[in-house]
């Protein structure tokens, strides 16, 4: 799956359209790997890495997700894992 589609899909942008800007201006890691491309795929089991507002998120990845559903479905796509 796409890295911003799943981003949308997890709920952490409300647009599509915003979490490819975000990615595209922004340092997001995959697996410790810098990307700046939105169209950059992942998988469950990989780890993500992004500023989001004042916190640094790192997220891994339990399951993609077919719809961008409510807030608890979204909660279910990923583990957060310790930040800061």
Excluded: N, Q
């Excluded at 589609?5 to 810098?34: M, N, P, Q, Y």
């Excluded at 640094?56 to 310790?82: F, Q, S």
């Amino acid at each position: 799956m796409r890295l911003d589609r799943w981003l949308w899909h997890a709920r952490f942008f409300k647009s599509r359209s915003l979490a490819t800007r975000f990615i595209e201006k922004s340092r997001c890691r995959i697996d410790g790997r810098v990307v700046d491309k939105p169209h950059a795929t992942v998988a469950p089991g990989m780890v993500l890495t992004f500023a989001l507002g004042p916190r640094v998120r790192v997220v891994r990845i339990v399951a993609l997700g077919e719809r961008r559903g409510p807030a608890p479905e979204a909660r279910a796509l990923y583990d957060e894992i310790d930040g800061d």
